[in-house]
């Protein structure tokens, strides 16, 4: 019974692919597009409570099935992983995959971790924000570096779980800003009209991997393992291929959006 519905499952996806591979395509102003997995090898991030699945692999799964999508629908489209496989990545290393490639977009897929009642997705952009729970976030995410060789001195000596060092953050002025806001704006909306999943909305705080980024960049947690719904959720088949179809959904509208820029 279980095999028989991971097949009707992954029958649907391959039926959702080639619906995007014969749908009419819309003038593509991105050229490139960089999708980053959080996490990986040796750093495994949060772990699911309940069926202890490892944010490293939701996010890669995930990752990899988006940049399918986005291929099929868009072959002419420059598609860049910061990993493609079980491996752990520096985080300014994953930015300046992104910077090299001189890329349009850069999305950072993470899961998120709390209290057992929080679910949800939020999208995060580069800013300064101390409140509690967005300074854990960050805290959390950006403790990867403490993996890293030589992290202090690669890192100016920051360290991610002492409130002061964000205040360098603050220093930033992000150019890309305003267009980093309206590509989290519409994965948030996506994530909220096509799953009917709860949005906690669009967030600032001091993320080291989008500070990095020389071009509009989000950082996308796609639920809470600490939750038994959503760990749930993001176990199955069914709810990955949910998260990268909706981010793929917001991914077309942001492009809708600079068309229209341009076009005034």
């Known amino acids: 019974m279980i095999v028989e519905i991971r097949f009707l499952l992954m029958v649907v996806y391959f039926i959702?692919?080639?619906?995007?591979?014969?749908?009419?395509?819309?003038e593509l102003v991105l050229k490139t597009i960089v999708?980053?997995?959080?996490?990986?090898?040796k750093d495994p991030g949060c772990i699911g409570t309940i069926l202890g699945i490892k944010e490293k692999e939701v996010n890669l799964?995930?990752?990899?099935?988006?940049?399918?999508?986005?291929?099929?629908q868009y072959p002419q489209l420059n598609v860049i992983?910061?990993?493609?496989?079980d491996k752990f990545i520096e985080l300014n290393e994953r930015a300046n995959i992104a910077n090299k490639a001189k890329a349009d977009l850069f999305i950072s897929i993470h899961?998120?971790?709390?209290?057992?009642w929080m679910c949800g997705?939020?999208?995060?952009?580069?800013?300064?924000?101390?409140?509690?729970?967005?300074?854990?976030?960050?805290?959390?995410?950006?403790?990867?570096?403490?993996?890293?060789?030589?992290?202090?001195?690669k890192y100016d000596n920051f360290n991610p779980n002492a409130p002061e060092?964000?205040?360098?953050?603050?220093?930033?002025?992000?150019?890309?800003?305003?267009?980093?806001?309206?590509?989290?704006?519409?994965?948030?909306r996506h994530f909220s009209d096509q799953q009917d999943r709860w949005s906690r909305g669009v967030k600032q705080a001091g993320?080291?991997?989008?500070?990095?980024?020389?071009?509009?960049?989000?950082?996308?947690?796609?639920?809470?393992?600490?939750?038994?719904?959503?760990?749930?959720?993001?176990s199955s088949e069914y709810g990955r291929i949910q998260v990268a179809y909706d981010i793929f959904c917001a991914i077309e509208a942001y492009n809708k959006e600079l068309q229209s820029i341009q076009e005034e």
């Open 16 to 26: 959702i692919v080639s619906i995007f591979g014969y749908a009419q395509q819309s």
């Open 35 to 41: 999708l980053d997995a959080g996490h990986g090898g």
């Open 61 to 72: 799964d995930i990752v990899l099935k988006l940049g399918r999508l986005l291929k099929k």
């Open 81 to 85: 992983y910061t990993r493609k496989e």
């Open 111 to 116: 899961a998120n971790a709390g209290p057992e």
């Open 121 to 153: 997705t939020e999208t995060y952009v580069m800013g300064v924000d101390k409140t509690e729970q967005k300074m854990a976030v960050a805290q959390r995410e950006n403790a990867a570096i403490l993996l890293e060789k030589g992290y202090k001195q």
């Open 165 to 188: 060092s964000y205040i360098l953050f603050s220093l930033s002025q992000n150019m890309y800003l305003q267009n980093s806001l309206m590509l989290a704006s519409q994965i948030e």
């Open 207 to 234: 993320f080291l991997v989008l500070w990095r980024t020389n071009l509009p960049s989000v950082l996308v947690e796609v639920g809470f393992l600490s939750n038994k719904e959503d760990e749930a959720y993001l």
